[in-house]
């Protein structure tokens, strides 16, 4: 059983261009999560999504940042125009039923804004 | 807000040394996880405890809870130059599951 699956795991982009994070979860989990990690940080949890539901976006920055967990396919994270404090890794983790159980991360995918 | 703190933040022991890290958390919680993450890596679920319960083991890992106090522990005893990593422990206290992240512990295990 593979675990969560995310891509790419290094992305580098200019500051005003697009980034998309993808995040394939465990087999048999339809709950997903983001985070972001600052360097030295704890995770910040960002948004939590079912399938096409976003449920909780409490921890999404207002502009820019937006998630989509389709029927069909990964979740993806897009953050639209980059500046450099987005520079940051971004965790998605996967669960089976969302509260109380385990959350299962990913390697993450390491954003870099020049 | 920051919901979990560990203490220490930094810990730096001898191979076969026991390791305890803390962490004191602020509202009410359903559960507690705790995790370890290595250097540039992703996280690696160790534990979870929930609100009900006081102690757990796994292995080498050991963790309690006490909730009247808002803290819990994580101990490894006998510790490898392999656990060399950062530990964080992460809150479940809402009703959507999202977790709650601690600043984390970073332990080096000298060989």
């Known amino acids: 059983n593979a675990g969560v699956m995310q891509n790419p795991r290094h992305l580098v982009r200019r500051r005003g261009q697009e980034a998309r994070l993808r995040c394939s979860p465990m087999?048999?989990?339809?709950?997903v999560y983001w985070y972001r990690q600052l360097p030295e940080e704890g995770l910040k949890f960002m948004v939590y999504l079912q399938k096409e539901n976003i449920i909780d976006e409490s921890g999404m920055p207002k502009e820019r940042f937006s998630a989509e967990f389709p029927k069909e396919g990964p979740s993806i994270l897009r953050i639209q125009q980059v500046v450099r404090g987005d520079s940051a890794a971004y965790f998605c983790?996967?669960?089976?039923?969302?509260?109380?159980?385990?959350?299962?991360f990913g390697p993450g995918t390491r954003l870099l804004v020049l | 807000s920051q919901q979990g703190e560990e203490d220490p933040q930094a810990l730096s022991i001898q191979e076969g040394e026991n390791a305890t890290m803390n962490c004191s958390y602020k509202?009410?919680?359903?559960?507690l996880q705790w995790y370890r993450q290595n250097s540039g890596r992703g996280l690696v679920h160790l534990i979870l405890?929930?609100?009900?319960?006081r102690e757990k083991h796994s292995g080498r890992l050991r963790v309690t809870l006490d909730t009247s106090k808002k803290s819990s522990s994580l101990l490894i005893t006998a510790s490898r130059a392999a656990d060399t990593a950062s530990y964080f422990c992460?809150?479940?206290?809402?009703?959507?599951?999202?977790?709650?992240f601690g600043q984390g512990t970073t332990l080096q295990v000298k060989p």
């Open positions: 405890i929930r609100s009900n319960e």
């Open positions: 992460a809150t479940d206290s809402g009703n959507t599951g999202k977790l709650i």
């Open positions: 087999k048999g989990h339809s709950h």
């Open positions: 509202t009410s919680i359903n559960n």
């Open positions: 983790a996967s669960s089976p039923s969302g509260q109380l159980e385990t959350q299962y």
